[in-house]
């Protein structure tokens, strides 16, 4: 059990931490909880330039990145207004490490990889937000994005080895504005975004905040659209000098056309959608709800008491492409119809504080949570019907398949309680280190009713690890090294309706973290490696079950950087190698297959000018190269997605303090290239050259 290798690692990490030898005679302050300088970062709020300095995402806590012992990538807003894009996934390219997976025909951020290992799993303030098939985040509403690089299961519970992706959300602020953005792009792609900012009482004590998008976006593929409309109400409320009250929520009505892509190597077109039309879209519709109370209890201790509640719904058709025919040019289709809904309660009681023993400072935290999750899911398609298409002369209107329907209904629920705590210490001026360890109880039950109503009920108690330490080589140089474990249940079940073991992972880090040009550019240099046992893969004798079949192993290194060079001058970039292989397979994907999806070596870099004199004063111009090397376009076969990169040009120009104009030209050099597959005839062709236009106005 991979968890059990972490013992040693453990072990001697606790012994350096219990070793009065890292000790001294100099008492370091951690200061107390509550800060309110004007030139403080908050963990939780915006940052000025790309290069962040604080992060709550490894520690629960508003704790400086330097002295986090863990690879931590902070990707601001900044980024994304810069590059002029709305996707989540195009801000991960900068984190290092993170591979595009499985979208769901466009319709989620359903999967993606971090460290090779494929999660379904991101955060948004500390919650899970991805169970069922929620609508993928908005930037309208998003602060920043963090990647916390290897096992967090101590800290958030169950997951997956590689990272843990967690969105920092946009708070209300004390200063009253109003932002509007607009943007008009390629392929009629139109969106509106609001932003208002607005303290209801004299005295700033409550504070308000409403996030709105609306979209409106055809795309290069044929037939392939998607609206949206988001909105996002916040308030804060601070009842009295020690006690505050947050509320956010979020409603999205999404609907977009289901679209699995092209078959590769066959030489057709780009734009070629292999779907129906009059299938419709398939809707998306989602809410959240959260709420958190805090209160000092005095200078050193807080108690914070939060929930959140989030509902979902999925339906519609699509008519889903398989693989080719011995004909070379068609490949039958199977119409599927959905419907799914699902919910999720998270209440969560947190007390953290600051106290001595001796000369070593401790941040404490004690933190229990209580989840319900619920998803009812129904899939069904016609039994053995063809419904072909040609892939290079498409005829879409067909008469539909019809008769006998076979699928999956099938009830789902989760429900744990847990219990972690973490100890944050620091030793010396030079010495601190984090420890961390969660208790976990879970109890699934599936009821499948296509299989004569076949029931699986599983309960598990896990316990899982984080040990690290960070040495301060110098005031710009540190290093750290950390060992963790990672444990996840795995949902459903088998083709002999037998449910399965849970996934257990464990995972080595090694760094060096440095801060370079008088603390303008934060590096951090970490080499990993991490296992998992009990992984699950699409079973090849069956529509939509899954099997066991062993073993994967990743380990690599990567790199990230950002920050502020000079006055003018902002970057952000990361390179990642990942060798990451299945270590114990079976005859569909036999060990040493390379895992879907993942490049052994990507790499990013995004460099924009501002101008600091002149007419041009506030304006920018910049330019952010892309690249991603040869990946497994599906388990356990030679067929290979091919390296690629990309080429995006941006420029900004700020007619005045209230009107910015512009202008985003992406994939300048019109790289064809594949941007993720599942199979080789669900292949994802990237965007072809094309640019977005857009007005900014601060009201």
Do not use: C
């Not at 005095?298 to 959140?308: M, Y």
């Not at 068609?330 to 000369?359: A, K, P």
């Amino acid at each position: 059990m991979p968890s059990r290798r972490f013992a040693p690692v453990a072990g001697l990490a606790l012994g350096l931490l219990l070793d009065p030898a890292y000790a001294d005679d100099n008492t370091v302050e951690l200061g107390t909880i509550s800060v309110t300088s004007d030139a403080y970062e908050s963990a939780t709020g915006p940052v000025k330039g790309y290069r962040a300095t604080r992060s709550a995402s490894a520690t629960k806590t508003d704790t400086d990145l330097r002295d986090i012992p863990q690879s931590v990538s902070v990707i601001p807003a900044t980024v994304l207004k810069d590059l002029g894009s709305t996707s989540v996934e195009r801000a991960l390219e900068f984190a290092g490490g993170v591979s595009k997976q499985n979208n769901f025909g466009g319709l989620t951020l359903y999967e993606y990889s971090v460290r090779g290992f494929t999660t379904s799993e991101f955060y948004q303030d500390g919650f899970s937000a991805n169970r069922g098939y929620p609508s993928t985040p908005d930037a309208a509403n998003i602060e920043r994005i963090e990647v916390l690089k290897g096992p967090a299961a101590s800290l958030y519970g169950r997951g997956d080895p590689g990272g843990t992706v967690n969105i920092v959300t946009k708070k209300p602020q004390p200063q009253a504005f109003t932002t509007v953005q607009t943007s008009a792009g390629s392929w009629d792609r139109y969106r509106t975004a609001l932003d208002v900012n607005t303290p209801l009482d004299s005295e700033g004590r409550v504070l308000s905040r409403v996030n709105l998008a609306v979209e409106d976006n055809h795309s290069f593929r044929d037939h392939v659209d998607a609206k949206r409309v988001f909105v996002a109400p916040s308030f804060s409320w601070q009842l009295d000098p020690d006690t505050s009250l947050l509320v956010e929520s979020e409603f999205v009505r999404h609907s977009s056309t289901f679209d699995r892509g092209i078959v590769a190597n066959q030489g057709m077109s780009r734009s070629t959608f292999l779907g129906e039309p009059n299938d419709g879209n398939i809707r998306n519709h989602n809410n959240r709800i959260q709420a958190a109370l805090e209160h000092h209890l005095n200078d050193a201790w807080k108690l914070r008491l939060a929930s959140h509640y989030k509902q979902g719904s999925l339906w519609g058709d699509a008519s889903e492409s398989r693989a080719l025919n011995a004909d070379g040019h068609t490949v039958n289709r199977r119409l599927r119809e959905r419907s799914t809904g699902w919910h999720d309660s998270i209440t969560q009681l947190e007390l953290r504080g600051l106290f001595d023993i001796g000369s070593w400072q401790h941040e404490l935290l004690i933190g229990s949570e209580y989840e319900d999750y619920r998803k009812k899911e129904r899939v069904s398609a016609i039994a053995g019907s063809l419904y072909p298409i040609d892939i290079y002369k498409p005829i879409y209107g067909q008469t539909k398949p019809n008769g006998a329907r076979t699928g999956t209904d099938v009830f789902e629920q989760t429900k744990s309680q847990a219990l972690n705590l973490q100890d944050q210490i620091v030793f010396t001026d030079r010495l601190r280190g984090m420890l961390g360890a969660r208790l976990e109880h879970v109890e699934q039950s599936t009821d499948d009713f296509t299989r004569n109503h076949a029931k699986s009920r599983q309960t598990h108690n896990a316990l899982t690890q984080r040990a690290g330490l960070l040495y301060q080589l110098t005031p710009q140089v540190g290093v750290f090294a950390n060992a963790s474990t990672s444990f996840k249940p795995n949902n459903g079940l088998d083709a002999g309706a037998k449910s399965f073991k849970p996934e257990e992972g464990v995972g080595y880090e090694v760094g060096i973290k440095s801060e370079l040009f008088d603390d303008r550019l934060s590096t951090t240099l970490a080499a990993f490696h991490i296992e998992k046992e009990n992984v699950l893969a699409l079973d090849p004798a069956t529509i939509n079950n899954s099997r066991a079949i062993g073993k994967a192993r990743s380990q690599g290194f990567d790199l990230q950087l950002s920050g502020q060079v000079t006055d003018a001058v902002r970057i952000i970039g990361a390179f990642a190698y990942i060798d990451a292989e299945v270590t114990k397979g079976d005859k569909a994907i036999p060990t040493g297959s390379r895992i879907l999806g993942v490049a052994k070596r990507s790499a990013s870099l995004l460099g924009v000018y501002e101008f600091q004199d002149g007419a041009l004063r506030g304006s920018d111009l910049g330019a952010a190269f892309t690249y991603v090397g040869d990946r497994s376009g599906e388990a356990g076969s030679p067929f290979e997605l091919p390296a690629y990169h990309t080429v995006d040009l941006l420029a900004h120009y700020k007619a005045s303090d209230s009107v910015t104009v512009g202008l985003n030209l992406n994939n300048l050099f019109d790289e064809k290239y594949y941007e993720r597959s599942y199979s080789n005839y669900w292949v994802t062709p990237g965007e072809p050259r094309n640019f977005t236009v857009s007005l900014t106005l601060n009201l």
